[in-house]
């Protein structure tokens, strides 16, 4: 049993200074990195797209995408972004660091301002794993139920912002807000909690906001 437990250790343990190097290679460029955690079907890569065609133009955007098995939503992400890099993870529920160093040769650098990582879909294994990021932001949708952020309390402590999605649907599905919010507040209660709208736009422009508000701070 004792042996079982050093080998975890050793993983995270190892995977922590890969992380420790990327964020120096990272802040050496000044880009401001955001790992965005969400379930399957949450809209993390709808998200994505519409950020992406918002900030074209405006910023240098480069994305990585953790997929078990597909490249669909890079490819979907890719028209709006010249420098998308699809991982496959195989059966492996989360990205790890040594996967993001490999994946960071493939883009150029020197002409990122802000990279995204979308992780595999999984509200619980990607939390515990360190991938040199400035924030981790944890993503919701009210499709999937207000009970969320109470049975997955380590993306929700972890988080310097957290989404929740799909508001529109509000008036057509049971999800009792007060819950929410006070489930995140019991849990965070400095994270700000953006919500939004993908198919409708509600909610983007704070959205946007809040990514150009942690660039200029990375640059400050």
Same mark, same amino acid.
């Given at each position: 049993?004792?042996r079982?437990v050093?080998? !975890?250790?050793?993983?995270?343990?190892?995977?922590?200074?890969?992380?420790?190097?990327?964020?120096?290679?990272?802040?050496?460029?000044?880009?401001f990195?955001?790992?965005?955690?969400?379930?399957?079907?949450?809209?993390?890569?709808?998200?994505?797209?519409?950020?992406?065609?918002?900030?074209?133009?405006?910023?240098?955007?480069a994305?990585?995408?953790?997929?078990?098995?597909?490249?669909r939503?890079?490819?979907?992400?890719?028209?709006?972004?010249?420098? !998308?890099?699809?991982?496959?993870?195989?059966?492996?529920c989360?990205?790890?660091?040594?996967?993001?160093?490999?994946?960071?040769?493939?883009?150029?650098?020197?002409?990122?301002?802000?990279?995204?990582?979308?992780?595999?879909?999984?509200?619980?294994?990607?939390?515990?794993?360190?991938l040199?990021?400035?924030?981790?932001?944890?993503?919701?949708s !009210?499709?999937?139920?207000?009970?969320?952020?109470?049975?997955?309390?380590?993306?929700?402590?972890?988080?310097?912002?957290?989404?929740?999605?799909?508001?529109?649907?509000?008036?057509?599905?049971p999800?009792?807000?007060? !819950?929410?919010?006070?489930?995140i507040?019991?849990?965070?209660?400095?994270?700000?909690?953006?919500?939004?709208?993908?198919?409708?736009?509600?909610?983007?422009?704070?959205?946007?906001?809040?990514?150009?508000?942690?660039?200029?701070?990375?640059?400050?």
């Amino acid at each position: 049993m004792t042996r079982e437990v050093m080998v !975890v250790e050793n993983v995270l343990r190892v995977n922590d200074e890969l992380a420790r190097l990327l964020r120096e290679k990272l802040t050496g460029r000044r880009i401001f990195t955001v790992n965005l955690i969400g379930a399957p079907g949450c809209g993390k890569t709808a998200l994505l797209e519409k950020t992406l065609e918002m900030l074209a133009g405006e910023m240098k955007l480069a994305v990585m995408v953790g997929d078990l098995t597909t490249a669909r939503d890079a490819q979907r992400m890719s028209q709006w972004c010249p420098q !998308v890099v699809q991982i496959n993870t195989g059966k492996s529920c989360h990205l790890e660091a040594n996967h993001v160093l490999q994946a960071l040769e493939k883009i150029d650098l020197g002409n990122v301002d802000l990279l995204f990582i979308e992780n595999v879909g999984n509200l619980i294994c990607p939390v515990g794993f360190d991938l040199g990021q400035d924030v981790k932001v944890g993503m919701f949708s !009210v499709a999937e139920g207000d009970d969320k952020p109470a049975k997955h309390p380590y993306i929700v402590a972890e988080a310097s912002a957290l989404i929740l999605n799909k508001v529109d649907l509000l008036p057509y599905v049971p999800f009792r807000k007060e !819950v929410f919010d006070q489930d995140i507040r019991r849990l965070n209660n400095h994270a700000p909690v953006l919500e939004l709208s993908v198919t409708s736009g509600a909610g983007l422009d704070a959205w946007l906001d809040w990514l150009r508000d942690g660039l200029r701070k990375k640059r400050a």
